[in-house]
């Protein structure tokens, strides 16, 4: 198949030349290398775009894959960069995640003080409120018994007026203004 000419191997047969030309070397490493079509895309866009890059997973088995080989150029120059977009990956998410920690931890407090002064207020109204209903029980009561006593002076003065009339009418009629006088005594009775 090949032999040795100034140091260097070369194809003895054109047949095989011909059949496992650079294009079907690069087909059979496609074939080996899981990640193959990555970084084909990957080096297809000059090394641009990031989404050809390998994460989680592909990546770890990518390493696995790697143990032990012997690798050109491009197969390392893609796993460093698969490597480190996935470190930068890595830390955007921590950085996120410790400011939506904090974030979260702000909204904690300001509920926490909005509670606070929310109880607050509602134990101030409601003592503002026992307070009202106290003073209306008072005004109530009073007003009840003002009412009691503006009847009472009410009735003292229809009584008193009906004495005024019996005294009026005993000189004229004695025996009807003594029944009038007794009925309004009942009746102040």
Request: with cysteine; hydrophobic share 40%.
């Amino acid at each position: 198949m090949v032999v040795e000419h100034q140091g260097y191997l070369k194809i003895y047969n054109q047949i095989y030349a011909n059949v496992f030309d650079l294009n079907w070397v690069k087909k059979a490493l496609a074939e080996l290398r899981p990640y193959s079509e990555a970084l084909s895309a990957w080096f297809a866009s000059n090394c641009q775009d990031n989404s050809r890059l390998l994460r989680g997973k592909a990546l770890e088995d990518a390493k696995t894959w790697v143990a032990n080989k012997s690798l050109n150029q491009q197969d390392y120059q893609f796993l460093t960069a698969s490597q480190e977009f996935e470190k930068q990956e890595m830390s955007t998410a921590l950085a996120f995640q410790e400011e939506e920690s904090r974030i979260l931890a702000q909204a904690n407090e300001t509920l926490t003080t909005a509670q606070h002064q929310a109880k607050q207020q509602i134990r101030i109204g409601g003592g503002v409120l026992i307070c009202s209903l106290i003073g209306a029980a008072i005004a109530f009561v009073g007003a009840t018994i003002s009412t009691n006593q503006l009847r009472e002076t009410q009735l003292g003065i229809r009584l008193e007026q009906a004495g005024i009339t019996a005294l009026k009418q005993f000189e004229t009629n004695q025996i009807e203004s003594l029944v009038t006088a007794m009925d309004a005594g009942q009746r102040l009775k």
